[in-house]
C-alpha cells in the first residue's frame, strides 16, 4: 500500500509500523481493508477501528496518537495499560510473549545506570522463594536504553486504601494481616532476600483474602552490592523518601543499608498504621520524619486505639525499637507472638506457610452420567462391542432387534428389560471369564486371517493363475 493510499492516516500508519505492536503483514491487512472502507478516514477513526478489533489498547492507540513510538515492547514484554507512577519509576501493565501471562512492570528513569548482571542474579534468587503472601520479583532488562523491572500481576486492593477507607482496622483484624506478612518475611528472610521498603501500599489484599507483598526485589536493587549501588542516587533518595513514614532508623542513615531486621521497623509501623489509621509521625516535612523515627517515639497507640489489647500494643513496640538488637530476633518470633492474637479474626484465614501442594488428578470415571436423570433404580447398562452393536443380556427373552443406535462410548440404559441391580463399572469382554459368541459383523473376515503377507502372497498367486490361462487361451488359438 502506497503513501497516497493512506491519505492522513500516512503518519500514524508509518508510527505503527515503528511501534513493533503489530506484525507488517497482519497490519499491512487491517489498514487495506480499512481504507478500502473509509478512503477519507483520519488517524482517530483509524485508531478506534483497531481498538474495536482488539488490535491496540486505549492505553497504546493514546500514545500513538500523541507520536510516541518507543518503549512498547521491552525484552518479552508488550506494555498494555498504564496502572500508575511511583518514586522509581511507571508501572505498566504488560503482557508476556513466552507464556501470554500478566505482568506488572516497572520501567526505570533513564538515568539509571546498573550492573545487569548482577541485577539479572538477584532477580534470580527469588525463584527460591515461593509463599502465598510473597509476588516474587520474575524478570529485569535493559530494552531501548530503558530498564524495567517485572512481577506477576494481581488484583487487589492496596492496604493504604483499605484503611482510608475504614479508618483503621480492628486488632484481629490488622493482627491477622500482619501474621500473613510476617510469613512472607520470613520464607524470604530464610533465603537470604529481604524487601527494604515495606509500606501499606506495597501490601495488596486479594479476592481470597490473602495480603500480598508488592514491589519485593526493589530493596535488594537498592542496596549496595559488590561495592557498588545497582540504581542512581536519585532514584534511590526518591525511594526512600516515598517509604518515609515506614523507614527504619538505619536505612534513613544509609539508604543502602537495607536488612531482614529493618524489615521488622518497617512491619511494626504498617501495624501501627492499621490500629490507629495514621503513620508513626505523621507531620512535618521529610528531615523532621526523618529526625522522629530516629529520636522520637510515636502517640501511644492506647489513645489512638482504645481497643487494642496491651499484647498486641507490645509487639508493635518491639518492632519498632530504634536499636535493632531491640527487635525480634527473627520473623518466626514475630510468627509466634501475633498468632494467638490474629485467631479471632473474621477475615478469611491465612494460608499455610508453604505453597499448597497440587492436589492429585482425578481418576477417571469408567462411567460417564447421563444428562437425563436416572430412575431410582439404575438398570443394567448396555455393553457395547467392538463395532458399536449391543449384544442382548443372557438374563431376559429374545426381544425383537432395537432400532439402529449411534455409536456412543457411554453406557446407555435398557428399557425394555427387567430392572437389574446397578452395575460398578463397566467390565469389556475381554476382562470376563465367559465367552460371548461373536456375532457375524464381530468375526474377522479373510483378509484379516491372512494379514498383509497373505494377501501378498494370494496377490502373486493369482497374477501367476491369470498368466496361465492367458497363456493356455493363446496356445488353444495358435
Known amino acids: 500500500m502506497t503513501s497516497t493510499d493512506l491519505g492522513a492516516c500516512e503518519w500514524f500508519v508509518w508510527d505503527l509500523r515503528r511501534s513493533n505492536l503489530i506484525d507488517r503483514g497482519q497490519l499491512?491487512?487491517?489498514?487495506?481493508?480499512?481504507?478500502?472502507?473509509?478512503?477519507?478516514?483520519?488517524?482517530?477513526?483509524?485508531?478506534?477501528?483497531?481498538?474495536?478489533?482488539?488490535?491496540?489498547?486505549?492505553?497504546?492507540?493514546?500514545?500513538?496518537?500523541?507520536?510516541?513510538?518507543?518503549?512498547?515492547?521491552?525484552?518479552?514484554?508488550?506494555?498494555?495499560?498504564?496502572?500508575?507512577?511511583?518514586?522509581?519509576?511507571?508501572v505498566y501493565k504488560a503482557q508476556s510473549k513466552n507464556d501470554n501471562g500478566w505482568y506488572a512492570v516497572k520501567v526505570l528513569p533513564r538515568r539509571s545506570m546498573w550492573n545487569v548482571r548482577i541485577a539479572r542474579r538477584k532477580a534470580r534468587a527469588f525463584e527460591q522463594c515461593q509463599h502465598p503472601s510473597v509476588v516474587p520479583f520474575v524478570d529485569v532488562g535493559t530494552s531501548g536504553g530503558m530498564h524495567y523491572l517485572a512481577w506477576p500481576m494481581v488484583e487487589g486492593e492496596t492496604l493504604e486504601k483499605i484503611v482510608q477507607r475504614e479508618t483503621k482496622l480492628a486488632p484481629d483484624q490488622a493482627a491477622l494481616y500482619t501474621l500473613q506478612v510476617a510469613e512472607g518475611l520470613d520464607a524470604c528472610h530464610q533465603k537470604g532476600l529481604f524487601h527494604g521498603l515495606l509500606k501499606p501500599s506495597n501490601l495488596m489484599l486479594g479476592p481470597d483474602g490473602v495480603l500480598r507483598i508488592l514491589d519485593f526485589g526493589i530493596g535488594c536493587l537498592l542496596a549496595e552490592t559488590e561495592g557498588e549501588s545497582l540504581v542512581d542516587t536519585m532514584s534511590t533518595a526518591n525511594s526512600v523518601n516515598s517509604g518515609l513514614d515506614c523507614a527504619s532508623p538505619e536505612s534513613i542513615m544509609d539508604p543502602t543499608n537495607l536488612t531482614a531486621i529493618g524489615d521488622q521497623y518497617s512491619l511494626?509501623?504498617?501495624?501501627?498504621?492499621?490500629?490507629?489509621?495514621?503513620?508513626?509521625?505523621?507531620?512535618?516535612?521529610?528531615?523532621?520524619?526523618?529526625?522522629?523515627?530516629?529520636?522520637?517515639?510515636?502517640?501511644?497507640?492506647?489513645?489512638?486505639?482504645?481497643?487494642?489489647?496491651?499484647?498486641?500494643?507490645?509487639?508493635?513496640?518491639?518492632?519498632?525499637?530504634?536499636?535493632?538488637?531491640?527487635?525480634?530476633?527473627?520473623?518466626?518470633?514475630?510468627?509466634?507472638?501475633?498468632?494467638?492474637?490474629?485467631?479471632?479474626?473474621?477475615?478469611?484465614?491465612?494460608?499455610?506457610?508453604?505453597?499448597?501442594?497440587?492436589?492429585?488428578?482425578?481418576?477417571?470415571?469408567?462411567?460417564?452420567?447421563?444428562?437425563?436423570?436416572?430412575?431410582?433404580?439404575?438398570?443394567?447398562?448396555?455393553?457395547?462391542?467392538?463395532?458399536?452393536?449391543?449384544?442382548?443380556?443372557?438374563?431376559?427373552?429374545?426381544?425383537?432387534?432395537?432400532?439402529?443406535?449411534?455409536?456412543?462410548?457411554?453406557?446407555?440404559?435398557?428399557?425394555?428389560?427387567?430392572?437389574?441391580?446397578?452395575?460398578?463399572?463397566?467390565?469389556?469382554?475381554?476382562?470376563?471369564?465367559?465367552?460371548?459368541?461373536?456375532?457375524?459383523?464381530?468375526?474377522?473376515?479373510?483378509?484379516?486371517?491372512?494379514?498383509?503377507?497373505?494377501?501378498?502372497?494370494?496377490?502373486?498367486?493369482a497374477g501367476a493363475v491369470a498368466w496361465l490361462v492367458s497363456s493356455f487361451i493363446s496356445f488353444i488359438k495358435f
Open 28 to 90: 499491512d491487512q487491517l489498514i487495506g481493508e480499512f481504507m478500502a472502507k473509509h478512503p477519507g478516514a483520519e488517524p482517530p477513526a483509524l485508531a478506534e477501528h483497531l481498538i474495536g478489533r482488539g488490535i491496540l489498547t486505549e492505553f497504546q492507540a493514546d500514545r500513538l496518537l500523541q507520536g510516541k513510538t518507543q518503549g512498547f515492547v521491552l525484552g518479552p514484554f508488550t506494555l498494555m495499560d498504564a496502572l500508575g507512577t511511583g518514586s522509581m519509576g511507571t
Open 268 to 461: 511494626g509501623c504498617v501495624l501501627y498504621y492499621c490500629l490507629s489509621g495514621r503513620y508513626p509521625f505523621p507531620d512535618g516535612t521529610a528531615v523532621e520524619k526523618m529526625m522522629c523515627h530516629q529520636h522520637k517515639q510515636p502517640a501511644p497507640l492506647k489513645e489512638l486505639a482504645p481497643e487494642t489489647p496491651d499484647a498486641l500494643i507490645a509487639v508493635v513496640e518491639k518492632l519498632m525499637q530504634k536499636d535493632p538488637a531491640g527487635r525480634y530476633a527473627n520473623c518466626q518470633e514475630v510468627i509466634e507472638a501475633l498468632r494467638p492474637l490474629a485467631a479471632s479474626s473474621r477475615v478469611v484465614r491465612r494460608p499455610n506457610a508453604q505453597m499448597p501442594p497440587r492436589a492429585p488428578l482425578p481418576k477417571p470415571p469408567v462411567a460417564q452420567p447421563s444428562a437425563t436423570p436416572r430412575p431410582a433404580q439404575r438398570p443394567a447398562p448396555l455393553l457395547r462391542s467392538a463395532n458399536g452393536t449391543a449384544p442382548a443380556p443372557a438374563s431376559t427373552p429374545a426381544a425383537p432387534p432395537p432400532a439402529p443406535v449411534a455409536k456412543s462410548t457411554r453406557a446407555l440404559p435398557v428399557a425394555a428389560v427387567a430392572p437389574q441391580p446397578p452395575v460398578a463399572t463397566l467390565v469389556n469382554r475381554e476382562d470376563t471369564g465367559t465367552e460371548t459368541a461373536p456375532s457375524a459383523a464381530d468375526r474377522p473376515s479373510l483378509l484379516q486371517h491372512l494379514g498383509p503377507v497373505g494377501i501378498v502372497l494370494l496377490a502373486i498367486m
